[in-house]
């Protein structure tokens, strides 16, 4: 009895009555006094049950609680076969001197770990679990997240952190994006080019970037994702998106030639060759290695954003298209599916497209991934299609908000009908290991409740998160805190100091920011003045590590700094942080048209004025601007340069044109320069903008009005 004294005493100590914060929580609850002591606890599983119990045997290894004496008063815990419980049920019974766990399946198993795990308390004699009676099961059987490896890779232990994270909170799809133009990221041992050319690309700087994953690494990952109850369904990419594809096998495009993996990002023109016998070939061999390796009934296609200018322009295409009666490129893509579609169900597969495949007629059979709205789903439940729909996790806390993701209702016109449940995909464009975290933290865990229950996230949800994003954070997953960007810095010239004024927006108070300038170095947090010329970068550490690559801020020094500017028409307000300034503000724009450095005028012709103050003697003039055809940006037809003593009566110094052109392709920073004979002396400078008029027809946006976009009208 003396031994047994201070366990009795810890137990009367628990707050019993403190429910434990599940997320997500169950249907049904009944809290009961007493708690069930994790020591010494012996497992025993019903006949046929005996490998689906080892999750659950793990774990209770893994906290020390598995009875490892017999000597000892044994806490057993019994798992049942109900098969009146729902697909995916539990039912958990923790009494103080027992437990018994019910499930009709082995994800059952998968999910009253879950639970259990949520409701280990830890305490200074010991862990327990609070007594109660649990029953609880699923609203949507597709409970998922997609990752985007291609844009920014991931290597397997990453993985393998966050398929950990997703079984906590019983989220039991992982769709695994494979494929895309900036990078193919799974080994075909029979197109080794895929992975020894498609997986690396070349950055701006120089540096070699990409990676994949091997077969062997691939099996590695579906089978710790199965072990946690969590499906990994493969996405390759067809039959767009794929330039990282024909740049190692350039005979798979209608054009055949070579290409490089992009740097940058967007839609590409250049898709497979659909109409050619070879690329199904291709298709058919990559399925045949590929799909044996993914148990899931699923593999998905992708099928979005794919341009028909190859395919218009191509005469096997076009044979194709005539051979088996097809009105135009839109039903040749849906043949295409189609044709893909019976691939896949040879191989036992039901294929999952996004929504474009909708287009031009889709078997029902397919199930299609929603992803532009109500009405596209719409249309999935009129042909009869099943569907997932979804929530972009990759947008920033600061526009799809905490608020927004509770929000989120994945019924159609309040309907559950043909919907098989969600995914929150994060597209890697602006993420990677070092941050994915900011997204996906903590809208998790309200979108894991409404997949699980059904019904919008219980009023206390914020509360209950706490303990759950304490507990991320100690395992090292970067979290938004507030509903923000993660990092932004804006810059402006103050012409009253003649100096630079960065400020910068931290999505979180412990982020600081290294910077590294012209001979000096430091940390800072809010803002930093500028004063010396140069390269400036900029890289927000968390915990002292960086969590995104340095934000290089170039700066020049020339006689339009000083100036005044006058603009007509003022660009967008959307982009530049400074219109009254922006184009003579010593800041050049960096590959990003959103950067705050570019200034846009969508339509008219700019007109940019500098006021040098006095005459000066001039030797140069020149402006940069962007070419990005994926989002209508076009390099201006010419730039009229021209000069003036009076403001009043102008000289044309030159018109500067140029030969870039205007097709779908990298995005491209030009300069547009002019040079007097001889050194000029003047003091108004003028530059206009020749727009380059409506969007050409090899673009998406065919017919439409054109941006410009530019930098910095600079004077030398």
């Given at each position: 009895m003396p031994r047994l004294l201070p366990l009795i005493l810890w137990l009367l100590s628990l707050d019993l009555h403190a429910q434990p914060a599940l997320i997500p929580w169950p249907r049904s609850v009944e809290w009961l006094d007493g708690t069930f002591l994790l020591k010494n606890v012996s497992l025993h599983a019903d006949p046929g049950l005996e490998e689906v119990a080892t999750p659950l045997l793990d774990y209770l290894s893994a906290i020390g609680a598995k009875a490892t004496a017999t000597n000892e008063l044994l806490h057993p815990?019994?798992?049942?076969?109900?098969?009146?419980?729902?697909?995916?049920?539990?039912?958990?019974?923790?009494?103080?001197?027992?437990?018994?766990?019910?499930?009709?399946?082995a994800a059952g198993v998968f999910n009253a770990l879950a639970t259990l795990r949520q409701l280990t308390t830890t305490a200074e004699g010991g862990s327990y679990w609070p007594c109660a009676r649990i029953a609880d099961h699923p609203a949507y059987a597709w409970?998922?997240?997609?990752?985007?490896?291609?844009?920014?890779?991931?290597?397997?232990?990453?993985?393998?952190?966050?398929?950990?994270?997703l079984a906590r909170l019983k989220i039991n799809i992982f769709h695994w994006h494979l494929t895309d133009d900036q990078g193919w990221r799974i080994e075909v041992k029979k197109y080794p080019r895929l992975t020894e050319e498609g997986a690396w690309r070349t950055e701006a700087d120089g540096r070699r970037y990409g990676g994949f994953y091997t077969q062997e690494e691939v099996k590695r990952v579906v089978r710790y994702a199965a072990e946690r109850g969590i499906t990994v369904v493969p996405e390759?990419?067809?039959?767009?998106?794929?330039?990282?594809?024909?740049?190692?096998?350039?005979?798979?495009?209608?054009?055949?030639?070579?290409?490089?993996?992009?740097?940058?990002?967007?839609i590409f023109q250049d898709v497979y060759c659909i109409g050619q016998e070879a690329t199904w070939t291709f298709m058919q061999d990559v399925l045949d290695e590929l799909v044996p390796l993914f148990p899931s009934a699923y593999f998905h296609i992708g099928g979005d954003e794919v341009p028909k200018d190859r395919w218009h322009a191509c005469p096997v295409c076009q044979r194709r298209m005539h051979a088996e009666g097809l009105a135009d490129e839109h039903a040749l893509q849906a043949w295409a599916v189609k044709r893909a579609q019976h691939m896949l169900k040879a191989k036992g597969k039901t294929l999952i497209g996004w929504d474009e495949i909708l287009e031009g007629g889709v078997d029902s059979a397919a199930v299609i991934e929603v992803w532009r709205g109500d009405d596209q789903a719409r249309k999935a439940r009129a042909n009869g299609n099943r569907m997932i729909r979804t929530i972009y996790f990759d947008a920033s806390p600061a526009s799809l908000t905490l608020e927004r993701v509770e929000q989120f209702d994945p019924r159609v016109d309040g309907s559950d009908q043909l919907v098989l449940g969600a995914e929150c995909p994060v597209w890697s464009e602006g993420r990677d290991p070092r941050n994915l975290g900011y997204s996906v933290f903590p809208r998790l865990f309200p979108y894991a409740e409404r997949l699980w229950t059904g019904e919008?996230?219980?009023?206390?949800?914020?509360?209950?998160?706490?303990?759950?994003?304490a507990r991320v954070e100690s395992?090292?997953?970067?979290?938004?805190?507030?509903?923000?960007?993660?990092?932004a810095a804006n810059i402006r010239y103050e012409p009253a100091r003649n100096e630079w004024l960065v400020t910068t927006q931290r999505g979180r108070p412990d982020i600081t920011v290294a910077f590294t300038g012209p001979d000096t170095s430091g940390v800072f947090t809010d803002s930093l003045r500028v004063r010396e010329a140069g390269t400036w970068s900029l890289t927000p550490l968390w915990k002292g590590q960086p969590v995104q690559d340095a934000l290089n801020i170039p700066i020049v020094r020339h006689l339009g700094v000083e100036a005044t500017q006058t603009v007509i028409p003022l660009p967008d307000p959307k982009y530049g942080f400074d219109p009254a300034k922006g184009m003579s503000d010593g800041l050049l724009g960096s590959e990003s048209f959103r950067d705050g450095q570019w200034q846009g005028w969508?339509?008219?012709?700019?007109?940019?004025?500098?006021?040098?103050?006095?005459?000066?003697v001039i030797t140069e003039m020149s402006i940069r601007c962007l070419q990005d055809v994926a989002v209508w940006i076009l390099l201006p037809r010419e730039v009229i340069y021209e000069t003036s003593t009076d403001g009043k009566h102008w000289s044309t110094l030159e018109r500067a044109t140029h030969a870039v052109p205007m097709e779908p392709g990298p995005r491209i920073i030009h300069t547009f320069s002019a040079r007097p004979a001889t050194p000029t002396k003047v003091r108004y400078v003028r530059a206009t903008l020749v727009n380059a008029g409506p969007m050409p027809a090899s673009s998406l946006g065919a017919g439409n009005p054109s941006w410009v976009f530019a930098d910095e009208f600079v004077v030398r």
């Open positions: 815990v019994y798992l049942r076969r109900d098969p009146l419980l729902p697909k995916e049920g539990y039912v958990l019974d923790i009494a103080p001197t027992r437990a018994e766990v019910r499930v009709s399946e409970r998922g997240t997609m990752l985007d490896v291609s844009r920014h890779f991931y290597p397997v232990d990453f993985l393998e952190r966050y398929l950990d994270e390759v990419e067809f039959p767009g998106h794929c330039r990282a594809a024909l740049a190692s096998y350039p005979q798979l495009g209608c054009r055949k030639d070579t290409l490089p993996v992009p740097t940058t990002w967007g919008a996230p219980r009023a206390d949800i914020r509360e209950r998160m706490r303990p759950h994003v395992d090292g997953w970067l979290t938004a805190t507030q509903d923000a960007d993660l990092f969508w339509g008219p012709d700019p007109v940019i004025t500098l006021d040098l103050g006095k005459e000066q």
